[in-house]
């Protein structure tokens, strides 16, 4: 079972967001800060982190970069509600695997997490 992160200051949408991808056959863990999820990312190994860009003590940028430096093997994929091309491109470039606009549309959430999943295994076959 894919262990995954979900990081947003708004903690109705880590609830929903947990527990939709927690009936489609994902474990799932919430963080409402950046501290908190790094202390989750120290403690445990998740396969995917799913983060807002905006959040009261960090951003997007300082999560991705973090998470690509000190744990390469995890898949990010970046929400906001701001959807500016221009960022979306920069942060893909940094290493996320997308960028997803809000509002949060459950099947796309399930589509790209599954699609990063399964293409991250595949390569491990190769």
Avoid: W
Avoid at 75 to 96: C, Q, Y
Avoid at 97 to 108: G, L, R, S
């Amino acid at each position: 079972m894919h262990n995954i992160l979900i990081i947003d200051d708004e903690i109705g949408i880590c609830l929903i967001m947990s527990k939709f991808l927690t009936k489609n056959g994902y474990k799932t863990t919430t963080a409402e800060s950046g501290a908190a999820a790094f202390e989750h990312l120290k403690n445990q190994k998740f396969d995917l982190v799913l983060s807002d860009f905006r959040l009261e003590d960090t951003d997007g940028r300082e999560i991705l970069r973090k998470i690509k430096s000190d744990y390469p093997e995890v898949i990010v994929i970046m929400v906001s509600g701001f959807g500016d091309p221009n960022l979306a491109n920069e942060l893909i470039r940094m290493g996320a695997y997308d960028f997803i606009n809000k509002p949060i549309y459950p099947n796309v959430i399930l589509e790209t997490v599954k699609n990063a999943l399964d293409e991250r295994d595949a390569n491990k076959l190769i």
